[in-house]
């Protein structure tokens, strides 16, 4: 078989329906992260589905415990061809968010891949057992094309990611030299654009934490009380009106990376953000002043108000709080010291004048900003093979927008960090309705046979 005939191969494996036909086993199983009695679910993921297909392959598996929430655990499964050759450590998670029967349109039903023109729907057909079932698929037709891969993998099928990856990072440094590897090559997430091949090198942080003013218990008349005591949602209010100015752009120097580094930068001028017809309307004047679209979302940082609450809001009463609550979070990118999140919000606040408003950290909700170099080797060489494939330019995203356990792989096991996204932004991933584009499945799969290709050919240049 030549590079063509694999790549053409891949796009049969979707468009001749084994594609679907895998995804109906796998969306069967209900394995939704959230739910306390998921663990036999998750297991059954693992056992039946993933561990067959792998040792079919010539892996070694094993599933790997949890040390921090035992009905999450991985599967570890690793081909070894020689220990001089590159070794690629694949990612993806079998787990789920609630399949929310009952609210997908046309009664259909979240455990089950429906085909329905030119889409298929069902719960995890993009987040994410279906992104990680063609990068499973495209290994296989190249191992059964050449009867070796050319090149050493390594695979990590989580349990729990829709649930923020309790214990990953724990099994991580457990088994980091289990996990040993020269690049993550995994898929997760959408694309820019629906028909636009895109690359994305890590993720934007996230830090969550709530404001809280306390200045006394209980609510007092505001008619026999009103100028005497001060207002705890009014005093809450103008401690984050210091935080931001009145179009979003950031006031704390430290929670923000300066400028955009001029290789990130070089690589978000490329690209352009697709929005559907039911998605809000953009303000181009919030934010980073200068920015446009991609340069805010990939390359800056932003501060939000996710909840705020004082008094009653179901039920107001003529009261002064005595207290309120702002539940807030910081996206941010490379170049912002996690460390100096929160240092630097009291400083800034004691400066303010509000040294009555207190820091609370979230016990969950944080995630590390990562980012490979556009121009590390392994990055050029997907991009490289991306385009010979489908004949675009793939857009390079530096970080994803969002969020993503990348930091375990960035981090923890010191690796480039190269992420595919199989997905479109209009896919309701955590939605009823959640469904792929087959044109996108078939190209994705097209693109990653092309790719592992490439890699047994020995492309990656220094």
């Not at 993933?50 to 690793?78: D, H, S, V, W, Y």
């Not at 636009?196 to 934007?204: C, D, I, K």
């Not at 309307?281 to 980073?288: K, N």
């Not at 679209?293 to 005595?322: D, H, S």
Request: aromatic share 6%.
């Amino acid at each position: 078989m030549t590079r063509s005939t694999v790549v053409a191969a891949a796009g049969e494996y979707v468009t001749g329906g084994r594609f679907l036909a895998d995804m109906q086993a796998r969306l069967a199983i209900p394995s939704e992260s959230p739910r306390e009695d998921s663990g036999p679910d998750h297991l059954r993921y693992l056992n039946e589905e993933m561990r067959p297909l792998l040792e079919g392959m010539g892996f070694t598996c094993q599933i790997l415990p949890n040390p921090k929430l035992e009905r999450i655990p991985a599967l570890f499964a690793e081909r070894i061809e020689d220990p001089a050759l590159p070794t690629v450590l694949t990612y993806g998670h079998g787990d789920v968010l609630w399949g929310m029967a009952g609210d997908w349109k046309e009664n259909r039903s979240p455990w089950e891949a429906t085909l329905a023109g030119d889409r298929i729907y069902g719960r995890g057909i993009v987040d994410n057992k279906g992104q990680h079932a063609l990068n499973l698929a495209a290994l296989q037709l190249v191992l059964e094309s050449r009867g070796s891969l050319g090149f050493n993998v390594k695979v990590l099928i989580e349990m729990g990611e829709e649930s923020g990856s309790p214990g990953l990072a724990e099994m991580a440094e457990i088994h980091k030299d289990l996990l040993r590897s020269d690049v993550l090559i995994a898929s997760d997430g959408p694309r820019v654009s629906t028909h636009v091949p895109t690359v994305f090198l890590g993720a934007r942080g996230g830090h969550g934490f709530h404001l809280i003013c306390d200045l006394r218990e209980g609510a007092h008349h505001s008619g026999n009380w009103g100028g005497l005591l001060p207002n705890a949602g009014i005093r809450l209010a103008h401690a984050l009106a210091t935080i931001t100015d009145a179009k979003g752009r950031i006031a704390i120097r430290e929670w923000t990376p300066g400028t955009i580094p001029a290789n990130v930068h070089a690589a978000l001028k490329d690209i352009e953000m697709e929005f559907g017809p039911d998605d809000p309307e953009t303000d181009p004047t919030w934010g980073e002043p200068g920015l446009v679209g991609p340069e805010q979302v990939y390359g800056w940082c932003n501060f939000e108000v996710l909840a705020y609450k004082c008094g009653r809001p179901e039920a107001p009463v003529n009261a002064i709080p005595g207290t309120a609550k702002a539940t807030c979070q910081l996206r941010y990118v490379v170049g912002v010291d996690r460390e100096r999140i929160l240092p630097a919000l009291r400083e800034h606040l004691d400066a303010h004048g509000f040294g009555d408003i207190r820091i609370e950290p979230m016990d969950r909700g944080f995630f590390r900003a990562t980012r490979t170099d556009p121009d590390n080797p392994w990055t050029r060489l997907v991009v490289a093979s991306v385009q010979e494939t489908t004949g675009k330019k793939p857009a390079l995203q530096p970080n994803f927008g969002g969020s993503l356990p990348n930091e375990v792989f960035a981090g923890t096991l010191a690796l480039p960090t190269i992420w595919i996204p199989h997905s479109h932004p209009s896919c309701s991933q955590h939605a009823p309705d959640e469904h792929i584009m087959v044109d996108v499945a078939k190209e994705a799969a097209q693109m990653m046979a092309g790719l592992f290709w490439d890699i047994g050919e020995g492309k990656l240049q220094p």
